[in-house]
C-alpha cells in the first residue's frame, strides 16, 4: 500500500472572475469513497468546462469538489470500498466530475480506463472529456455512419480534432470550420476533407456549393446563436444537428423551422457533466470496445497543444480564452 502524503498542491477558484482567480494552495489530501480509486495525477486536462465554471455559470453538481478539472491521466494509489477494478500501481485515465486540478484525485472505478500504451500521461490526459463527449454526442446522438457527411464547427479546438479524427477514421466526409488559413490548414493535416475560414465568407454557402445543395447529414454545434438557423439550413434530409454548448448565446432568432419537417431533421443535444455514473460508465464501455484499439495502434490521438504546470493554471486559462490553441491544453504535475 501505498503511503499518501497528508497534504497536496490543488487549483482553486477565489472567487468568481478571469484568470486572475485561478490560484495554488495546498490541502489535505483526499481519500477514496466506496466505488472509487485515487489517481496521483501525471496530467490534467484543460477544457472550456473550466472556464465556465471559473465565471461562475458552470458549478459542479452536487456532491463534487468545487476544485476544476474534468479529465486526468496518472497512477491509481488507493482503493475505495468495493473496487477490484482498476488495481494499484495501474496507470489510466479517467473522466472525473471535478478534482483534476490537483496532485491526487479522486475518481469512480467505473470510469477510468487503461492508458494507451501508445501515448504518454500528457496524452492520455487529454483523452476523457473529449472522447467522451465526441463520441456519444455524434455517433450515439447524431448516429453519424459510414459513407454519410459531417460537419463540425471549432474544428481546431479539443472537440473538434477529435471529432475530426474520429469521424474521419469511422467513414464520413468531414467537414469543419476554423477561424484562420492556419487552423483550417490544421484541420485537414488531422482529416477534414474540407476547412472553411469562416472569416473570410459564409461557410453556408461554401457547403452549399462543395455538396451540390445537398447538405450534411450531422452537425456537431458549440456556438450556438446565430450559427442555429444556419446550422438548420445546411443539414441534408434526415439530418441531425446535435448541440454540445452555446458560445455565442442560447436564443436563435429568424429561424426557419420549416425544414424540420419537409427534410425531417433531428435537433439534438447534452451535457456529459451532470450525468449518472452508471450512465457515463456506458460511454466508457463503448470507448474501450470501439476507439480504445485506434488509440492503442496510434491511429488517433488527442493533439496537444500546449502543457503547463499545475502552477501556471491561469496561463493555461488565459490561453484557452484567445481560442490561439490547435487542439488540447493539458496541465502537468511534476511532484
Known amino acids: 500500500m501505498t503511503t499518501l502524503p497528508a497534504r497536496m498542491r490543488e487549483i482553486f477558484f477565489d472567487g468568481a472572475g ?121 455517433f450515439t446522438r447524431g448516429a453519424l455512419k459510414p459513407g454519410e457527411s459531417f460537419l463540425v464547427h471549432g474544428g481546431s479546438s479539443g472537440i473538434g480534432s477529435t471529432a475530426i479524427q474520429l469521424a474521419r477514421h469511422f467513414g464520413a466526409t468531414v467537414f469543419a470550420t476554423a477561424g484562420s488559413d492556419e487552423k483550417c490548414d490544421f484541420c485537414k493535416s488531422i482529416g477534414a476533407d474540407h476547412a472553411i475560414n469562416y472569416r473570410d465568407g459564409d461557410f453556408v454557402e461554401a457547403i452549399r456549393t462543395i455538396t451540390q445543395k445537398r447538405g450534411v447529414d450531422v452537425i456537431l454545434d458549440m456556438v450556438g446563436g446565430p450559427y442555429i438557423a444556419k446550422n438548420i439550413s445546411i443539414l441534408a434530409t434526415d439530418g441531425r444537428l446535435v448541440q454540445i454548448a452555446f458560445l455565442q448565446g442560447h436564443v436563435a432568432e429568424k429561424v426557419n423551422w420549416t425544414p424540420v419537417l419537409t427534410r425531417r431533421l433531428t435537433l439534438t443535444g447534452s451535457t456529459l457533466r451532470p450525468r449518472t455514473v452508471a450512465q457515463k460508465a456506458i460511454i466508457a464501455g463503448q470507448l474501450r470496445e470501439k476507439v480504445w484499439p485506434l488509440l492503442e495502434a496510434g491511429d488517433v490521438k488527442p493533439i496537444v497543444h500546449a502543457t503547463f504546470p499545475l502552477a501556471e493554471a491561469r496561463a493555461a486559462h488565459e490561453l484557452m480564452e484567445t481560442s490561439a490553441h490547435l487542439g488540447k491544453i493539458v496541465l502537468t504535475i511534476d511532484g
Not at 466506496?34 to 501525471?42: A, D, E, F, N, T
Not at 478534482?99 to 484525485?105: F, K, L, N, Q, V
Request: charged share 20%; glycine share 12%; hydrophobic share 40%.
Open 18 to 138: 478571469g484568470p486572475e482567480v485561478v490560484k495554488l494552495r495546498e490541502a489535505d489530501t483526499p481519500r477514496p469513497r466506496p466505488g472509487k480509486v485515487l489517481v496521483q495525477v501525471v496530467a490534467a486536462g484543460v477544457n472550456r468546462p473550466d472556464c465556465a465554471q471559473r465565471t461562475g455559470s458552470y458549478p459542479p453538481p452536487p456532491g463534487e469538489t468545487a476544485i476544476p478539472g474534468l479529465e486526468i491521466a496518472g497512477r491509481v494509489v488507493a482503493l475505495g470500498e468495493g473496487v477490484t477494478s482498476p488495481a494499484i500501481g495501474d496507470e489510466v485515465c479517467a473522466l472525473v466530475g471535478s478534482g483534476g486540478y490537483a496532485e491526487y484525485c479522486e475518481a469512480d472505478a467505473a470510469l477510468c480506463l487503461p492508458k494507451p500504451r501508445a501515448l504518454s500521461f500528457i496524452e492520455a490526459a487529454g483523452i476523457p472529456e473529449t472522447f467522451f463527449t465526441v463520441y456519444d454526442n455524434v
